[in-house]
Protein backbone atom coordinates (compact mmCIF):
# COMPACT_ATOMS: atom_id res chain seq x y z
CA UNK A 1 0.00 0.00 0.00
CA UNK A 2 1.66 3.58 -1.14
CA UNK A 3 1.82 6.44 1.72
CA UNK A 4 -0.03 9.40 0.34
CA UNK A 5 1.80 12.63 -0.11
CA UNK A 6 1.22 14.60 3.28
CA UNK A 7 0.54 18.35 2.35
CA UNK A 8 3.26 20.64 3.69
CA UNK A 9 1.16 24.34 3.72
CA UNK A 10 -1.53 25.33 5.51
CA UNK A 11 -3.44 26.16 1.96
CA UNK A 12 -2.58 22.67 0.34
CA UNK A 13 -3.80 21.23 3.92
CA UNK A 14 -7.40 23.24 3.65
CA UNK A 15 -7.42 22.51 0.08
CA UNK A 16 -7.40 18.90 0.47
CA UNK A 17 -9.65 18.99 3.47
CA UNK A 18 -12.16 20.91 1.42
CA UNK A 19 -12.24 18.26 -0.88
CA UNK A 20 -12.47 15.49 0.46
CA UNK A 21 -14.02 15.95 3.61
CA UNK A 22 -16.05 19.36 3.83
CA UNK A 23 -17.86 18.74 0.50
CA UNK A 24 -18.65 15.01 1.90
CA UNK A 25 -20.26 16.76 5.32
CA UNK A 26 -21.90 19.20 3.39
CA UNK A 27 -24.02 17.07 1.78
CA UNK A 28 -24.60 14.84 4.70
CA UNK A 29 -25.12 17.61 7.16
CA UNK A 30 -27.03 19.47 4.70
CA UNK A 31 -25.93 22.60 5.77
CA UNK A 32 -27.15 22.31 9.02
CA UNK A 33 -23.56 22.51 10.97
CA UNK A 34 -25.51 23.66 14.57
CA UNK A 35 -26.44 20.00 14.53
CA UNK A 36 -23.23 19.65 15.84
CA UNK A 37 -23.68 21.66 19.00
CA UNK A 38 -26.62 23.46 21.05
CA UNK A 39 -27.79 27.21 21.01
CA UNK A 40 -26.31 29.05 23.03
CA UNK A 41 -29.93 30.68 24.04
CA UNK A 42 -28.94 33.59 25.94
CA UNK A 43 -31.87 35.77 25.46
CA UNK A 44 -35.10 35.01 26.30
CA UNK A 45 -38.02 35.23 23.74
CA UNK A 46 -41.08 33.56 24.76
CA UNK A 47 -43.09 30.67 26.45
CA UNK A 48 -45.49 28.38 24.56
CA UNK A 49 -46.94 24.91 25.62
CA UNK A 50 -44.52 22.07 25.19
CA UNK A 51 -44.71 19.95 22.24
CA UNK A 52 -43.40 16.74 21.39
CA UNK A 53 -40.36 16.63 20.45
CA UNK A 54 -39.20 20.01 22.25
CA UNK A 55 -35.79 19.56 24.59
CA UNK A 56 -37.51 19.17 27.61
CA UNK A 57 -34.56 20.98 29.34
CA UNK A 58 -36.38 24.24 28.24
CA UNK A 59 -39.36 23.15 29.85
CA UNK A 60 -40.40 26.38 32.87
CA UNK A 61 -41.25 24.31 35.75
CA UNK A 62 -42.52 27.38 37.68
CA UNK A 63 -45.04 27.66 34.42
CA UNK A 64 -46.05 24.33 34.36
CA UNK A 65 -47.03 24.29 37.84
CA UNK A 66 -49.07 27.50 37.51
CA UNK A 67 -51.00 26.47 34.30
CA UNK A 68 -51.20 22.79 34.64
CA UNK A 69 -49.84 21.64 31.95
CA UNK A 70 -45.76 22.06 30.29
CA UNK A 71 -44.35 24.89 28.69
CA UNK A 72 -41.51 25.43 27.58
CA UNK A 73 -38.78 28.85 27.21
CA UNK A 74 -38.20 29.89 23.79
CA UNK A 75 -34.48 31.61 23.17
CA UNK A 76 -33.14 33.88 20.25
CA UNK A 77 -30.08 32.27 19.17
CA UNK A 78 -26.80 34.21 18.98
CA UNK A 79 -26.66 34.89 15.54
CA UNK A 80 -22.49 35.10 16.29
CA UNK A 81 -21.18 31.84 17.72
CA UNK A 82 -17.33 32.26 19.18
CA UNK A 83 -15.75 28.75 18.94
CA UNK A 84 -12.22 27.81 21.19
CA UNK A 85 -10.03 25.16 20.67
CA UNK A 86 -8.26 24.05 23.62
CA UNK A 87 -5.80 21.88 21.90
CA UNK A 88 -3.01 19.58 23.73
CA UNK A 89 0.22 19.28 21.67
CA UNK A 90 1.96 17.51 24.97
CA UNK A 91 3.87 14.32 23.92
CA UNK A 92 1.97 11.91 23.69
CA UNK A 93 0.05 13.27 20.86
CA UNK A 94 2.75 12.87 18.91
CA UNK A 95 1.93 8.86 18.70
CA UNK A 96 0.39 7.41 15.72
CA UNK A 97 1.47 3.44 14.50
CA UNK A 98 -1.30 3.12 11.62
CA UNK A 99 -0.22 1.73 8.17
CA UNK A 100 -1.63 5.45 6.65
CA UNK A 101 1.23 7.02 9.02
CA UNK A 102 -1.31 9.09 10.58
CA UNK A 103 -0.26 10.59 14.52
CA UNK A 104 -2.99 11.80 16.89
CA UNK A 105 -1.24 15.09 16.22
CA UNK A 106 -2.63 14.93 12.45
CA UNK A 107 -5.77 13.60 13.42
CA UNK A 108 -5.86 16.83 15.65
CA UNK A 109 -5.12 19.13 13.14
CA UNK A 110 -7.56 18.10 10.65
CA UNK A 111 -10.22 17.74 12.90
CA UNK A 112 -9.93 21.34 13.48
CA UNK A 113 -9.32 22.52 10.06
CA UNK A 114 -12.83 20.91 9.65
CA UNK A 115 -14.87 22.52 12.22
CA UNK A 116 -12.73 26.31 11.93
CA UNK A 117 -14.08 26.05 8.07
CA UNK A 118 -17.44 24.90 9.13
CA UNK A 119 -17.89 27.77 11.57
CA UNK A 120 -16.19 30.47 9.90
CA UNK A 121 -17.68 29.68 6.85
CA UNK A 122 -21.29 30.68 8.26
CA UNK A 123 -19.66 34.23 10.09
CA UNK A 124 -18.71 32.75 13.46
CA UNK A 125 -15.39 33.20 15.00
CA UNK A 126 -13.04 30.57 16.23
CA UNK A 127 -9.75 31.13 18.07
CA UNK A 128 -7.07 28.31 20.01
CA UNK A 129 -4.93 27.60 22.55
CA UNK A 130 -2.27 25.15 22.30
CA UNK A 131 -0.61 23.12 25.23
CA UNK A 132 2.43 21.31 25.26
CA UNK A 133 4.60 21.98 28.78
CA UNK A 134 2.10 24.94 29.27
CA UNK A 135 0.13 27.49 27.53
CA UNK A 136 2.41 28.29 24.72
CA UNK A 137 0.48 29.97 22.44
CA UNK A 138 -3.22 31.62 21.79
CA UNK A 139 -4.53 32.98 18.80
CA UNK A 140 -7.45 35.28 19.14
CA UNK A 141 -10.95 34.54 17.88
CA UNK A 142 -11.14 35.84 14.18
CA UNK A 143 -13.75 35.12 11.97
CA UNK A 144 -12.62 34.68 7.57
CA UNK A 145 -10.76 31.94 5.71
CA UNK A 146 -7.53 33.18 6.75
CA UNK A 147 -8.18 32.82 10.39
CA UNK A 148 -8.81 28.80 9.68
CA UNK A 149 -4.87 28.99 7.56
CA UNK A 150 -3.38 30.44 10.43
CA UNK A 151 -4.77 27.89 12.76
CA UNK A 152 -3.31 25.29 10.66
CA UNK A 153 -0.17 26.71 10.50
CA UNK A 154 -0.14 27.88 14.20
CA UNK A 155 -0.75 24.04 14.77
CA UNK A 156 2.04 23.06 12.31
CA UNK A 157 4.43 25.39 13.86
CA UNK A 158 4.26 24.15 17.66
CA UNK A 159 7.37 22.24 18.18
CA UNK A 160 6.93 18.18 18.83
CA UNK A 161 7.87 18.54 22.75
CA UNK A 162 10.41 16.07 24.40
CA UNK A 163 9.49 13.49 26.94
CA UNK A 164 10.36 14.39 30.23
CA UNK A 165 6.75 14.67 32.42
CA UNK A 166 3.38 13.83 32.53
CA UNK A 167 1.28 16.36 31.21
CA UNK A 168 -1.41 18.50 33.30
CA UNK A 169 -4.51 19.15 31.97
CA UNK A 170 -5.56 20.80 35.02
CA UNK A 171 -3.43 24.13 34.87
CA UNK A 172 -4.47 23.85 31.25
CA UNK A 173 -8.22 24.08 31.55
CA UNK A 174 -7.79 26.27 34.77
CA UNK A 175 -5.75 29.03 32.28
CA UNK A 176 -8.76 28.66 29.70
CA UNK A 177 -11.33 29.25 32.47
CA UNK A 178 -9.81 32.36 33.18
CA UNK A 179 -9.32 33.63 29.73
CA UNK A 180 -12.74 32.97 27.80
CA UNK A 181 -14.75 36.11 29.42
CA UNK A 182 -17.24 35.30 27.06
CA UNK A 183 -19.61 32.21 26.90
CA UNK A 184 -18.58 29.87 23.95
CA UNK A 185 -18.27 26.85 22.24
CA UNK A 186 -15.49 24.93 23.31
CA UNK A 187 -13.34 21.79 21.98
CA UNK A 188 -10.94 20.49 24.49
CA UNK A 189 -8.69 17.83 22.10
CA UNK A 190 -6.68 16.20 23.75
CA UNK A 191 -5.69 12.01 24.48
CA UNK A 192 -6.54 13.20 28.13
CA UNK A 193 -3.08 10.90 29.25
CA UNK A 194 -2.99 13.72 31.82
CA UNK A 195 -1.77 14.11 35.68
CA UNK A 196 -5.32 13.09 37.39
CA UNK A 197 -6.99 16.19 38.91
CA UNK A 198 -8.79 17.74 35.78
CA UNK A 199 -12.40 16.36 36.10
CA UNK A 200 -13.26 19.85 37.89
CA UNK A 201 -11.84 21.67 36.52
CA UNK A 202 -13.09 20.75 32.22
CA UNK A 203 -16.83 20.54 34.28
CA UNK A 204 -16.87 24.11 35.10
CA UNK A 205 -15.64 24.58 31.83
CA UNK A 206 -18.70 22.50 31.14
CA UNK A 207 -20.52 24.95 33.15
CA UNK A 208 -19.55 28.36 31.67
CA UNK A 209 -19.61 27.28 28.03
CA UNK A 210 -20.69 24.63 25.95
CA UNK A 211 -17.82 22.08 26.32
CA UNK A 212 -17.24 18.99 23.88
CA UNK A 213 -14.22 16.80 24.79
CA UNK A 214 -12.80 15.33 21.79
CA UNK A 215 -10.54 12.49 22.69
CA UNK A 216 -8.00 11.59 20.43
CA UNK A 217 -6.80 7.73 20.18
CA UNK A 218 -4.72 5.28 18.31
CA UNK A 219 -5.97 1.95 18.13
CA UNK A 220 -2.68 0.56 18.84
CA UNK A 221 -2.85 2.01 22.60
CA UNK A 222 -5.86 -0.72 23.09
CA UNK A 223 -4.90 -3.60 21.31
CA UNK A 224 -1.50 -4.90 20.88
CA UNK A 225 -0.54 -6.83 17.91
CA UNK A 226 0.80 -9.94 18.10
CA UNK A 227 4.45 -9.40 16.29
CA UNK A 228 7.10 -10.84 18.54
CA UNK A 229 9.91 -8.64 20.88
CA UNK A 230 9.22 -5.18 20.76
CA UNK A 231 10.18 -1.53 22.95
CA UNK A 232 7.26 -0.02 24.50
CA UNK A 233 7.98 3.68 25.39
CA UNK A 234 6.26 5.90 27.37
CA UNK A 235 4.73 8.85 25.42
CA UNK A 236 5.19 11.40 27.61
CA UNK A 237 8.27 10.49 29.38
CA UNK A 238 9.79 8.38 27.10
CA UNK A 239 11.07 5.69 29.45
CA UNK A 240 11.22 2.30 27.70
CA UNK A 241 10.58 -1.70 27.77
CA UNK A 242 11.02 -4.40 25.68
CA UNK A 243 8.03 -6.88 25.82
CA UNK A 244 7.10 -10.11 24.07
CA UNK A 245 4.09 -9.66 22.11
CA UNK A 246 3.56 -13.33 21.15
CA UNK A 247 3.02 -13.75 24.73
CA UNK A 248 -0.32 -14.67 25.07
CA UNK A 249 -1.38 -13.20 28.10
CA UNK A 250 0.74 -10.12 28.34
CA UNK A 251 -1.65 -8.85 25.23
CA UNK A 252 -4.69 -9.60 27.37
CA UNK A 253 -3.41 -8.26 30.23
CA UNK A 254 -2.61 -4.70 28.27
CA UNK A 255 -5.68 -4.86 26.68
CA UNK A 256 -7.42 -5.34 30.16
CA UNK A 257 -5.46 -2.35 31.33
CA UNK A 258 -6.39 -0.64 28.11
CA UNK A 259 -10.13 -1.16 28.48
CA UNK A 260 -9.91 -0.13 32.30
CA UNK A 261 -8.50 3.36 31.56
CA UNK A 262 -11.45 3.77 28.63
CA UNK A 263 -14.24 2.78 31.57
CA UNK A 264 -12.46 5.37 34.05
CA UNK A 265 -11.91 7.95 30.79
CA UNK A 266 -15.54 7.70 30.23
CA UNK A 267 -16.85 7.86 33.84
CA UNK A 268 -14.92 11.18 34.27
CA UNK A 269 -16.66 12.86 31.59
CA UNK A 270 -19.90 11.82 32.65
CA UNK A 271 -18.63 13.45 36.09
CA UNK A 272 -17.89 16.61 34.48
CA UNK A 273 -20.83 16.70 32.37
CA UNK A 274 -19.02 16.63 28.83
CA UNK A 275 -19.69 15.39 25.73
CA UNK A 276 -17.63 13.07 24.21
CA UNK A 277 -16.54 12.87 20.17
CA UNK A 278 -13.71 9.94 20.01
CA UNK A 279 -11.73 10.10 17.11
CA UNK A 280 -8.98 7.47 16.12
CA UNK A 281 -6.21 8.01 14.25
CA UNK A 282 -8.16 5.10 12.22
CA UNK A 283 -11.20 7.12 11.83
CA UNK A 284 -12.93 8.50 8.91
CA UNK A 285 -13.44 11.77 10.07
CA UNK A 286 -16.38 12.53 8.16
CA UNK A 287 -18.30 9.48 9.43
CA UNK A 288 -16.92 10.48 12.84
CA UNK A 289 -18.36 14.08 12.19
CA UNK A 290 -21.88 12.94 11.32
CA UNK A 291 -22.14 10.27 13.89
CA UNK A 292 -21.56 12.35 16.89
CA UNK A 293 -24.05 14.95 15.43
CA UNK A 294 -26.54 12.34 15.01
CA UNK A 295 -26.10 11.54 18.86
CA UNK A 296 -25.98 15.03 19.80
CA UNK A 297 -29.43 15.38 17.67
CA UNK A 298 -31.11 12.41 18.64
CA UNK A 299 -30.21 13.42 22.67
CA UNK A 300 -31.92 16.44 22.26
CA UNK A 301 -35.05 14.87 21.23
CA UNK A 302 -35.34 12.95 24.64
Known sequence: MNTPTLAVTPEQILLRLDWNVIRRLDGLLQGDYRTLFYGFGV???????????????????????????????????????TAWFLLDLSPSVDFGTTQTQRDKRTALTEFVAVLARLLTRHGNRVGAMMFGSGIQR???A??????VLRLINE??????????????????FDGALNSIRRRSLVFVVSDFISEPGW????????????????RLYDPREVELPDVG???????ETGAQMFVDTHDAKFRQRFFAAAQKRERDLNAAFKRAGVD????????DLVRTIVRFASQRKQARRK
Open 138 to 140: TVP
Open 276 to 283: VMSLSTED
Open 229 to 235: MVALEDA
Open 155 to 172: MQKQPRLARAAFTNLKSF
Open 43 to 81: DFADLREYQPGDDIRYIDWNVTARMDSPYVRQYLEDREI
Open 199 to 214: ERALSLLGQRHEAIAV
Open 142 to 147: RGGKLQ
